[in-house]
């Protein structure tokens, strides 16, 4: 589940959580590990450490204060979400060839929303939305061939 090198480290499972994400800063503070990447469902984020150089150690003087910790800089990272073919077909952008795309890019999407239609054997299948966001990226073509899992909408 988890793969820890001395300065890379990456953890996967269910959602994210702002708790969870806290807790993985604190704990850089202190180790070795110099980036985390947690991947979880469609969600990405990745935290990387950057500690400055110190200067050459002079000899401390007895009343001197303890050194304070190197701090953690946080290092924002935008968490995107993939929209993806739930089985193989054509994929269509519209209910049919007089309507309108079902969205467009940088269009706002609800989690449950149409985004479009997956064609097998004649009949259409809805491709909703599993998240809410803005589609920053469109992947596949519309009447173009997809695959099971494959990203079709990357959210942001």
């Known amino acids: 589940m988890s793969k820890e090198s001395k300065s890379k480290k990456t953890v ?15 704990a850089l503070d202190g180790s070795t590990v110099e980036e985390i990447s947690v991947s979880r469902g469609e969600a990405n984020v990745k935290i990387i450490r950057t500690v400055k150089p110190k200067a050459p150690k002079a000899k401390p003087a007895k009343d001197a204060p303890a050194p304070a910790a190197a701090p953690v800089e946080v290092v924002p990272v935008e968490v995107t979400h993939d929209v993806i073919s739930p089985g193989v077909g054509i994929f269509l952008r519209a209910k049919d060839e007089k309507s309108d795309a079902f969205v467009k890019l940088r269009d706002m999407v609800t989690a449950g929303q149409v985004v479009g239609t997956l064609k097998f054997m004649g009949i259409k299948h809805e491709i909703r939305s599993e998240a809410e966001g803005k589609i920053v990226e469109i992947l596949v073509e519309d009447g173009q061939a997809v695959e099971y899992g494959q990203p079709i909408f990357r959210l942001k």
């Open 12 to 26: 996967s499972g269910g959602a994210i959580g702002v708790a969870e994400l806290n807790a993985l800063i604190d």
